[in-house]
């Protein structure tokens, strides 16, 4: 079975299933733009029409699935479009004959291409396509459309440990991607920092991964990490910061003592009701 991958943009190679730290190179910071050179691919440009027969489309949740079929050798015949596993009937030459609004054809005559596009990628529109041509005989080709679910992973698992003072990376990487990401949205504890003005930190982002640097880890930058890629599963990660010793067990003692006032206000007997009272009335001055 060929195997190809279609995506918004000219289609590349898919990301690995897991990227390294190797992956994920110091880029520039997100705000000027992420290098996208893509290179071209001349798929199926010069192969005959049973050599297109059975290719797998791989498409990502919330892209655009382009499936291909050209027809060389079968001159200008009408190509009618179906969901084959459901007997759906899609397009009839350039006219669309769903009520989806996801579907689009494309004819491109001088390279013999028909291109069914579906917009906004669910996974219930995984499945068997058929591309009939209406020559003599008629002809079929058949595809198959895989959808995947592209999602953020942390390499360094849901919790990190960092002194304060040093410079840390939080590293992100998109797995199942079949395009590389466009955008990374980052938060802390909820609050998008992308372009945070009031933290010292950097957001750098290169095709399939990116990364939070942070100059001066300080007791503040502690918290919930979201790594939300666009048109993929997000991923948090728990960054806790460790304080000198001298802190930290000023921490820990101021904590204790709270910990033990409270426990001490909670197991202490409320007074009777003949108390409250007396000493409402004046018989108890001394409470």
């Not at 494309?106 to 917009?119: A, F, G, M, Q, T």
């Not at 998008?192 to 982002?205: D, E, G, Q, Y």
Request: hydrophobic residues 40%; glycine residues 4%.
């Amino acid at each position: 079975m060929t195997h190809i991958n279609i995506s918004d943009s000219s289609p590349v190679s898919p990301a690995p299933s897991v990227a390294g730290a190797s992956t994920c190179p110091r880029e520039r910071p997100q705000s000027q733009g992420v290098d996208r050179s893509l290179r071209p691919q001349n798929a199926f440009t010069s192969f005959r029409p049973e050599e297109q027969n059975n290719t797998e489309v791989v498409a990502q949740v919330g892209s655009t699935a382009r499936i291909r079929c050209y027809t060389h050798f079968l001159g200008n015949a009408m190509v009618t479009w179906t969901k084959s596993d459901e007997e759906l009937l899609l397009t009839v030459g350039e006219r669309i004959y769903t009520s989806e609004p996801r579907y689009f054809i494309s004819h491109v005559r001088h390279r013999k291409l028909w291109e069914l596009s579906i917009r906004d990628v669910r996974a219930a529109d995984a499945g068997a396509y058929e591309c009939q041509v209406a020559s003599h005989p008629l002809a079929a080709l058949f595809f198959l459309l895989r959808v995947v679910e592209a999602r953020a992973v942390v390499p360094d698992g849901a919790a990190l440990h960092s002194r304060a003072g040093v410079r840390l990376r939080i590293q992100c990487q998109v797995d199942l991607a079949t395009e590389p990401v466009s955008h990374f949205f980052w938060y802390h504890n909820g609050t998008a920092i992308n372009f945070s003005k009031t933290r010292s930190l950097t957001v750098v982002t290169h095709d399939y991964c990116s990364y939070v640097v942070i100059e001066n880890v300080t007791w503040a930058d502690s918290g919930v990490y979201t790594c939300a890629p666009l048109r993929a599963r997000p991923a948090n990660l728990t960054l806790h910061v460790l304080q000198d010793e001298q802190r930290s067990a000023l921490h820990k003692g101021r904590a204790h003592g709270d910990s033990a006032r409270a426990v001490a206000s909670v197991l202490s007997p409320a007074p009777p009701a003949w108390l409250l009272v007396a000493c409402l009335v004046g018989a108890r001055p001394s409470c």
